[in-house]
């Protein structure tokens, strides 16, 4: 089955939208150094480019992986943590979690849960895409990119079957 590319959203919207999430995360962390954690594998190309737009500075860069399709121990609407980080690096620091996308919910719910869980100082969530149709678990986004519509996204560190997390832009996926 060949997918066909459908653009959604340009490199030069992207790149704007990283601008305007970095100043406003300059803005309210003035006074502060935070720890950015991203979440394994989609947000390490938004990550890099939040990173290197902001001013502030950023007293740690640490990453975090999930999968939902854990074991029988993980409740339904629970995704597993499959590589975690230690409660020193999260104990009393403002902690900025970075995601790609925000679709169930259920990878970034289950993530500020496990960072809530070793006592940080503060804990935001700042996401490029929000695809408000398919939630199944309540998130509050503080700082968002874009919101997308129910459609299978990819591009800019987000995959399907592997495949163009190098892409520049953000497409939808029309299969036929
Ligand atoms: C994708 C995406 C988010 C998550 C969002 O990750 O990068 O982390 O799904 O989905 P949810 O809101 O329904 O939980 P995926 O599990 O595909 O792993 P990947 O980032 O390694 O591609």
Redesign the pocket.
Known sequence: MEAKLVPLISQAEISATVSRLSQELDRDYRHRSPVLVG?????FIFLADLARSMQTPISNIEFI?????GSSTVSPGK?SIIMGLSEEVVKGHDIILV?????????????LDFLNSYQPASLKLCALLD?PA????P?TIDYLGFTVPDHFVVGY???FD?KY?QLPAIYYILTE
Request: one cysteine or more; proline letters at 0%; glycine letters at 8%.
């Open positions: 979440i394994l594998k989609g947000s992986r999930l999968s939902s399709y995704a995601e790609d996308i925000v679709d169930t919910g259920i990878t970034t719910a289950t993530a695809k398919r939630r199944k678990v998130v560190g987000i995959d592997c997390r």
